[in-house]
């Protein structure tokens, strides 16, 4: 899989080196030049421009890639990106960083965005789940489909405790993609039965989200 990644900084080099381990051909785009660093990932390809220009992502051959990443510490920027990539070269998947949560609103299908990634939010989030016992808890919103990545632990007296998965009826819109049990991911089946402390991982859409804390928790 070929990614471009806007924004050679920390945060893009942390994700490059990521996919590159992975085995993906990675492009760093970035207009400073002292944050090309061909040194520090030499098998990562380089690009000194300006993403948001159409002549530097005509350069960097962005019709060529499977997913773009704007990854720049500007808001602005990284919408920019997300719409010419989406737009100007039929990108199949654009993740774009949030900066500013107060901009989250912008992050969405208009803009080319398919996943929006808050940085602040994200954090948060995690602070919320090591600490909430039956509070839905949402990591990461999905733009294009209009849902959300939501996360719930399930209280020890929790009704559906033994209750095997395929026995719940679920809200529509809701998918339980992952079971985190004991320090493992277990994978959802029909047969298994959900456990008390059980960390639930659903794709949802945010309209089912009250719906299904209130399923879990009554």
């Not at 399930?154 to 985190?180: C, F, K, S």
Request: hydrophobic letters at 45%.
């Amino acid at each position: 899989m070929r990614v471009a990644i806007a924004g050679a900084g920390n945060v893009g080099r942390s994700i490059a080196v990521e996919l590159l381990e992975n085995g993906h051909e990675v492009l760093l785009v970035d207009k400073e030049p002292h944050r090309i660093a061909v040194d520090e990932l030499p098998r990562a390809e380089w690009l000194l421009a300006d993403a948001c220009e159409i002549a530097s992502l005509d350069e960097a051959g962005l019709q060529r890639c499977n997913v773009v990443i704007a990854a720049t510490g500007d808001d602005k920027a990284n919408l920019v990106v997300s719409l010419l990539a989406k737009t100007e070269y039929g990108v199949p998947r654009v993740v774009s960083r949030v900066n500013h949560p107060k901009n989250e609103w912008l992050f969405n299908d208009a803009w080319g965005v398919d996943v929006a990634v808050s940085t602040p939010r994200l954090m948060s989030a995690l602070v919320e789940e090591a600490v909430s016992v039956g509070d839905l808890v949402r990591v990461l919103r999905f733009s294009q489909g209009d849902a959300n990545l939501v996360e719930l632990t399930l209280p020890a007296d929790a009704p559906l405790v033994g209750t095997g998965i395929g026995e719940v009826e679920w809200p529509e819109d809701t998918a339980l993609v992952a079971v985190l049990r004991g320090g493992r991911v277990v994978v959802p089946t029909p047969e298994e039965p959900l456990e008390g402390g059980d960390e639930l991982l659903f794709v949802a859409a945010p309209d089912r989200e009250q719906q299904l804390e209130d399923l879990l928790n009554r």
